[in-house]
């Protein structure tokens, strides 16, 4: 089964407007980490945003937030006021228990910010 | 350099050949990750260094590969008598922490084709 699903392959939005790239994760471990990643056509990861299963707040950082509902195991990131620089692949990741070394990646979700 | 250097960037082999896969860190890092990132997927856990040692090598496909980080800098990623199955991009990332998830920093990957 997989660890990680994100179910957009792709995502066409206008820049400007708010994006939300959907992230469901299945584990049974009550320690676990979840991330997203940005990956440019470069290609390099780029680390963007954390939330812990034990943080009681969503995760915020600039335009980026991740809106973490447990119940539901899904952890969506929101990037608002989109730009043409969002253009990328996206990727949600989780650690699970306190590994440090290991993280599972989903399949990705290609977003294109259309100006 | 100020990040992680990977090369090297692209390259192309026959079948049945051996190749080295090479990982610059960023000074200083002592915990050292491989990925590989097949078409159309997210990064899958290859091996994890910590130091000179492979703390977990787990996720190593078969006995064709082999990494070595002889003196906790620089890391190959060997590969014996590669396979279609083979082709994919190598990523590698290095954290001063061991943390993978939020302290790490990636490298722009080596595109491996086996052709």
């Known amino acids: 089964a997989q660890k990680i699903t994100q179910t957009q392959p792709g995502m066409f939005v206008q820049e400007k407007e708010a994006v939300t790239l959907d992230c469901t994760y299945d584990?049974?471990?009550?320690?676990?980490?979840l991330f997203w990643y940005k990956q440019p056509s470069s290609g390099e990861m780029i680390f963007l945003i954390y939330?812990?299963?034990?943080?009681?707040q969503n995760a915020t950082e600039g335009r980026y937030s991740l809106n973490f509902q447990k119940a539901r195991k899904s952890a969506n990131l929101v990037i608002s006021a989109s730009q043409l620089g969002d253009s990328a692949m996206y990727f949600c990741?989780?650690?699970?228990?306190?590994?440090?070394?290991?993280?599972?990646f989903g399949k990705g979700t290609r977003l294109h910010i259309l100006p | 350099g100020a990040g992680v250097s990977q090369t090297p960037s692209n390259k192309v082999t026959e079948k049945g050949k051996y190749v080295e896969l090479r990982c610059d860190p960023i000074?200083?890092?002592?915990?050292l990750y491989w990925y590989r990132q097949s078409l159309g997927q997210g990064p899958e856990f290859l091996i994890y260094?910590?130091?000179?040692?492979?703390?977990?090598d787990s996720g190593l496909p078969n006995d064709r590969f082999f990494a070595v980080r002889p003196e906790g800098s620089v890391s190959t990623l060997k590969i014996q008598r590669t396979e279609r199955g083979d082709s994919a991009v190598y990523l590698c990332?290095?954290?001063?922490?061991?943390?993978?998830?939020?302290?790490?920093?990636f490298g722009q990957g080596t595109r491996l084709t086996v052709v």
């Open positions: 000074s200083g890092h002592t915990a």
């Open positions: 990741a989780m650690r699970e228990g306190n590994r440090d070394d290991k993280i599972i």
């Open positions: 260094f910590q130091g000179t040692g492979a703390a977990d």
């Open positions: 584990t049974s471990d009550p320690s676990y980490g």
């Open positions: 939330q812990g299963s034990y943080d009681q």
């Open positions: 990332a290095s954290s001063s922490t061991g943390f993978l998830g939020t302290e790490a920093f």
